[in-house]
């Protein structure tokens, strides 16, 4: 089975975007995944094709509207996989992690409801069970990005997109840790030289110098990530 990517949005040309370049589009050329947008404003119900209108109790911006954002994932799901999950990029969502990356990619795909103006009416979300998923603590124009952000690292992960799959696991995060520094030809550069242990040719003193490095970067700049990694 393909995985496949259904966007749901209001911008369609945005897409495949940076998804069309490197390993997702040569991915997506060879058929290894499938990506498939769908315009909301299909399925808008004036001939100005509207999808939002004025916030409930007033303020700023505009809300997109519960029956045609309902109406454009109800089409989409009649055309996707039992079990693909649909979830709405928003900054109040659950932090993505690589657990969920990985359980997406493990998947059949993914149904991503992309916003727009200050969100989408509660009710749909709550009506469709939509997963809300956040990329980060800070605020996008639209929820396209993101979508794109969740999407690669989603596909990075398919049977055969990375080339050397065992790169993946020595990744930030694949084992709770950030990944340990990388270095490479030439040994000296304005002065700095290649830690000499890689250059050694002892594989498990190397082994251990990325275990320390890894460890300490976590430590350091992602305190949160070390008492996990700690508690396991």
Sequence with gaps: MTWRATVLTIFPEMFPGPLGLSLAGKALAEGTWALQTIDIRDFALDRHRSVDDTPAGGGAGMVMRADVAAASIDAARADASPGTPSLYLSP??????????????????????????????????????????????????????????????????????????????????????????????????????????LLSGDHKKIAEWRREEAEKLTRERRPDLWEKHRKR
């Design 92 to 197: 109040r969502g659950r932090p993505l992690t690589q657990a969920r990356v990985r359980e997406l990619a493990q998947g059949p795909g993914a149904i991503l409801l992309c916003g727009r103006f200050e969100g989408i009416d509660q009710r749909v979300l709550e009506a469709r069970n939509i997963e809300e998923v956040s990329i980060g603590d800070y605020v996008l124009s639209g929820g396209e990005l993101a979508a794109q952000v969740l999407i690669d690292a989603c596909v990075r992960l398919l049977p055969g997109v990375a080339g050397n799959e065992s790169s993946l696991a020595e990744e930030s995060f694949a084992s709770g840790l950030l990944e340990y520094p990388h270095y490479t030809r030439p040994r000296r550069w304005e002065g700095q030289t290649i830690p000499e242990v």
